[in-house]
């Protein structure tokens, strides 16, 4: 028996409030609160203990926890190893010193009066396949001693290096939490890859003009960052940081090369491949090298090698370094199934169809509406990934209901990416990396790095909007 449409919203809004509740108040794991409110909320919209088979007419109703586990397991079919693979290409990267490498060739392209947007650029393009608090803690030393040349506090050129970087984290696959929400859409991962990339573009030049416009004012350094500061060697500090046993930063050509490969590949996999004629060898070699899982086990093949063997790595020590990405992509890859397994329970309760009506009612525009939730969603528990899969599995029946194309789901996803950026504070992990390492006190925090971020999340939201206005619907 189907529930009336506001007995349905009232349901979904006390459980997205349960969900909130557990996560922020008593601290509750973000995979097993989401687990543990997707059962109550099957239960109180009266969905079957049991899975009912179809008869006649009636078409099969899954139970709640085989909904569960259907959920999770469309989710995880590519999410895991999307997951799992990035961080892996990531920590080759991090471990190798090429972030370093990076860093210190674009500052020698721009020269010295120009560092801060030298950092900008190279921390954008790390940002794609390292995650956000490993490379901003990567790039920190290079921050600090940039710093101390120039005689400026290191809140000048870490602040828009931050927020290039989350910004890109949230939007860019391979990151978790937009893979997880485009899996969840049904979007085109090689399309959302595509928008966000052309959109990041525009956010790194605003990031370091609105940081530019905060950082007139200036911000006393908390003592423990002082401290380390003062001590901080820009000799020692600026040359292959975190490098071990005598080893040399790797080429910064070959790093750029090795983060742009699988993003070349996805491109041609997306753009390219569909002016071949269906079926054709070429449509089907394009179609299977653009595939992100294709792409990226390209780029690790590469990383291995050039980072690794080549510069004198064993087999034993590449393996360790790969091993020691996948704990913490473990916890965020259950995360992302726990969240589509609640988008699952939204669709089989009907509640998601109930938002959906009401969203087309309402006149709001769907890309409004899922902007605004996940901004919501993320000012209210911190987390970007738990963020942008709620908000994506409360987006599918609206998105199935207007019969989007892949393109328009594709920036469905991304402006969900965008929401997930906006409002960072202090239930944000994120928020006390960069405070911290920056000297930042939580109310000068609140003054610069949440602001910035919600600029750069409203700016990334309406590009998307302007790309989804300009591009016909097919």
Not at 267 to 273: D, F, H, I, R, S
Not at 433 to 444: A, E, I, N, P
Request: no cysteine; hydrophobic share 60%; net charge neutral.
């Amino acid at each position: 028996m189907t529930l009336p449409l506001p007995a349905l919203i009232a349901i979904g809004v006390a459980g997205l409030g349960l969900l909130l509740l557990l996560i922020i108040r008593f601290r509750m794991q973000a995979f097993y609160a989401l687990i543990l409110v997707s059962i109550v909320v099957g239960l109180a919209a009266g969905l079957p203990l049991k899975t009912i088979p179809a008869s006649g007419d009636d078409p099969e109703r899954l139970g709640i926890i085989e909904a569960i586990i259907a959920g999770v397991g469309g989710t995880l079919g590519s999410v895991a190893v999307l997951v799992a693979l990035g961080s892996m290409l990531g920590k080759i990267i991090e471990l190798s010193g090429g972030a370093e490498a990076l860093a210190g060739r674009f500052t020698s392209w721009l020269g010295p009066k120009r560092v801060g947007i030298a950092l900008v650029i190279a921390a954008g393009i790390l940002a794609i396949p390292v995650f956000f608090d490993a490379g901003f803690i990567i790039l920190v030393p290079i921050i600090f001693a940039f710093s101390k040349v120039a005689g400026l506090n290191p809140i000048k050129f870490g602040l828009p290096v931050a927020g290039i970087m989350l910004a890109v984290h949230v939007a860019v696959p391979p990151h978790p939490g937009i893979v997880g929400g485009a899996t969840i859409l049904g979007a085109d991962i090689g399309w959302v890859t595509v928008f966000a990339l052309a959109v990041s573009v525009p956010l790194a030049v605003l990031s370091y003009l609105v940081a530019k416009v905060i950082n007139r004012r200036e911000y006393a350094m908390i003592e423990a960052t002082r401290e380390l500061f003062a001590e901080f060697g820009s000799e020692e500090a600026s040359a292959n940081v975190g490098l071990r046993d005598g080893e040399k930063a790797p080429g910064a050509f070959t790093v750029l090369a090795l983060i742009l490969l699988p993003l070349l590949l996805i491109m041609l996999g997306t753009a390219v491949a569909p002016v071949f004629e269906a079926g054709s060898f070429w449509n089907g070699f394009l179609s299977m090298i653009g595939q992100p899982i294709f792409a990226l086990m390209v780029a690790i093949a590469a990383a291995m090698f050039f980072l690794g063997v080549r510069r004198g790595w064993s087999a034993a020590k590449l393996g360790e370094v790969m091993e020691s990405a996948l704990p913490g992509a473990a916890v965020i890859i259950l995360v992302t199934g726990a969240g589509g397994a609640f988008g699952r329970i939204l669709t089989e309760t009907g509640i998601g169809g109930a938002v959906a009506e009401v969203l087309v009612s309402s006149g709001l525009p769907l890309l409004l509406a899922a902007f605004l939730i996940s901004l919501v969603m993320r000012a209210a528990q911190g987390s970007a990934t738990v963020a942008i899969s709620t908000t994506a599995g409360l987006m599918v029946p609206a998105v199935a209901a207007l019969g989007l194309d892949p393109l328009h789901t594709a920036l469905v996803a991304v402006a969900i990416g965008y929401g997930g950026l906006g409002l960072s504070h202090v239930n944000d992990s994120g928020f006390w990396v960069v405070t911290r390492y920056l000297g930042l006190s939580v109310k000068d925090g609140l003054r610069t790095w949440t602001p910035l971020t919600t600029v750069l999340g409203v700016a990334g939201f309406l590009l998307t909007w302007v790309l989804y206005a300009a591009i016909p619907m097919g």
